[in-house]
């Protein structure tokens, strides 16, 4: 079952920003690419270094550890194949931002598969 949770205001997160919140003892960060909204788990699947800190190159987001960059609008590697990242749901309702969780904590966010 899955289950809506606020996690700030959507004036927090203009375009081009990000922001880490951190919700039932899981890190995710949130992205403005502009206007979309998106969130992925903050552990990059490779190794499990922590994404936050990571270099924005349009919606690509390059893993600070090992370089490993991922389409934060997806979740997916570019090209075929590859890791993927866990994405979560993220809406604006009224002016509040909300991120869709699983109660199953083994999977805090949907993956997305290309």
């Known amino acids: 079952m899955s289950r809506q949770i606020p996690?700030?205001?959507a004036?927090?997160?203009?375009p081009g920003q990000r922001?880490?919140?951190?919700?039932?003892?899981?890190s995710v960060v949130l992205f403005n690419i502009d206007g979309g909204l998106y969130a992925v788990e903050?552990?990059?699947?490779?190794?499990?270094a922590s994404l936050a800190s990571g270099q924005l190159e349009g919606r690509l987001l390059r893993c600070p550890a090992h370089g490993l960059r991922f389409d934060v609008?997806?979740?997916?590697?570019p090209g075929k194949g590859g890791l993927n990242l866990a994405t979560c749901p993220i809406r604006n309702v009224a002016g509040t931002l909300e991120l869709t969780?699983?109660?199953?904590?083994?999977?805090?966010?949907?993956?997305?598969?290309s």
Do not use: W, Y
Request: glycine content about 10%; charged content about 20%; overall charge negative.
């Open 19 to 26: 922001k880490l919140v951190f919700v039932d003892g899981r």
């Open 7 to 9: 996690v700030g205001s």
């Open 73 to 77: 609008t997806t979740g997916c590697m």
């Open 42 to 48: 903050n552990t990059c699947p490779h190794n499990g």
């Open 101 to 113: 969780v699983d109660d199953t904590p083994a999977s805090p966010c949907h993956a997305q598969l």
């Open 11 to 14: 004036d927090e997160l203009a």
